[in-house]
Every structure is written in C-alpha cells, then in structure tokens.
C-alpha cells in the first residue's frame, strides 16, 4: 500500500462506500507481512520514497520469487538489486511484468505509474563503471527521476567532461561513479553548485584495493557539496539522490 491507495481508500470511507470492516481488512497487513523467513515492510512506501527494495544476495530464487509475488499483490512497484539470469526467470514464471538489466543487475515491476519529480545525472569515469552506473540509473528511473547519463567523460580525457557542462548544470543532483583514483567527484563537485553523490567502485589495479582507493579520495574531496556511498553501491547512490529529489520538490 502506497499513500495514494491509503488516502483513496480513507476517503471511500469518508464516503461510505466501504464499512469500517474492509478498511480494517485492507490494512490488515500493515506494518509488515511476517513470511517466516522474512518480514516484508508493507508500511515503508508510507513513510519513505519507495516501497521495500528486494536484495537478492542471500535469498533463494523461491524466497525473492514469494517477496515479489506479495509485494505485487500489495499493489506496489518492485525493484530487486543484485538479481541474476536465474532470479529473473524465477519471476517471470509467475508474475507478469518483470523487467530485467543484466549488466546493472536489477529486475523490476511497474505495478504503478509514477510521475516525474526531478532531474538526475548519473556519470562515470570509464566504461567498465558503467554497471553500478546503470544500477543507479535504473532504480532512480524507478522511483520517478528523470535520468540523464553521461558515460565514460573520466579525467583521462577531462575534455570529454567538460562538453557536457550544460547537462551537468542543468541536473538538480548528479550521480558519479568512478574507479581508479575516483578524482572525477572532485571535478563535477566544482563545476557544480548542486549536490553530488559520489560512488566509488572497484575498478582498478592492485593498489585500488578493491575501491578503497577512490573511496578516500571521495571523502577528502576539496569540492563542496560532495557526499559519498559505499563502493559500488549504485542503489545507496539513487536513493539519496531521490531523497535529495524530493526534498527540493517538498520545499518549492
């Protein structure tokens, strides 16, 4: 249930088309749905910009299949990170919709439209970024941002960055995601005087260590205005983009 199916059914209340027993009935699962192995957060669209995200790590198909089956039933959209070939196959074997990204690894179902809120780009240092780029993207255009990306325009080539300065401008939150030595947070947070997510990946040699590397030089960043996630962590870059989003849209 998400607050415009909650303020709907309220005021078919208000209107005695329903009796109090089917309200009753209708919120019944609220706050949460205890599965066993889980505790599916029915509540969280009502208090948060988007129902319960799925993390599929640790789950089996038949677990992440039975959590999307009611997630739908509870007339919610889905979206499931990390998910693989295997998961997906799962789930389109019993619910319509399903929508899957390999590379990004997020698999997804519009039960409702949404409306656009806001304006996001999400760039990368290079191409092999791209996935938790596209991550990001993906579950931001979930959510109700539009998503400008802007690939692979990394300080090697500064000059590939700098002919995009007009999206980059125009965007109310950008998204960077960078490897290697991660400097291009640092660029965009000077080119920009809105905020920047900064995500850090693996990418890289040996001395990236796995994405520490960037992730030091994103938190020492002399730009203002730059807040960093974890590595490699594109749906933490998209939420707090999101959040930022509406936040603006709350305020205006």
């Given amino acids: 249930m998400n607050k415009d199916s909650l303020r709907a059914l309220l005021q078919e209340l208000a209107d005695n088309k329903v009796s109090v027993e089917e309200v009753m009935e209708s919120l019944k699962v609220l706050p949460f749905q205890d599965m066993g192995f889980a505790k599916l957060d029915s509540h969280r669209a009502l208090r948060d910009n988007f129902p319960e995200v799925i993390y599929c790590p640790g789950k089996t198909v038949a677990e992440i299949v039975m959590l999307v089956e009611k997630t739908v039933e509870a007339g919610q959209n889905v979206l499931a990170t990390r998910a693989n070939p295997e998961i997906y196959e799962g789930v389109r074997a019993r619910v319509s919709g399903a929508q899957f990204d390999q590379r990004a690894r997020v698999l997804w179902i519009m039960t409702n439209s ?69 400097a291009l947070a640092s660029v965009v947070g000077g080119l920009t005087s809105h905020p920047v997510v900064a995500v850090p990946t693996s990418v890289g040699y040996g001395a990236n260590f796995g994405g520490l590397a960037p992730l030091l030089t994103m938190l020492n960043s002399c730009a203002p205005g730059v807040g960093v996630v974890n590595i490699d962590n594109g749906f933490g870059a998209a939420a707090l983009a999101f959040a930022i989003i509406n936040a603006i849209n709350t305020d205006t």
């Fill in 114 to 182: 949404v409306a656009i809120r806001g304006r996001v780009a999400v760039l990368t240092g290079g191409t092999a970024d791209i996935p938790v780029a596209e991550e990001a993207a993906l579950c931001l255009e979930t959510m109700g941002a539009s998503v400008n990306r802007i690939y692979d325009v990394g300080v090697a080539g500064i000059h590939r960055l700098l002919t995009r300065i007009n999206d980059i401008r125009q965007a109310q939150v950008l998204i960077v995601v960078a490897g290697m030595d991660g």
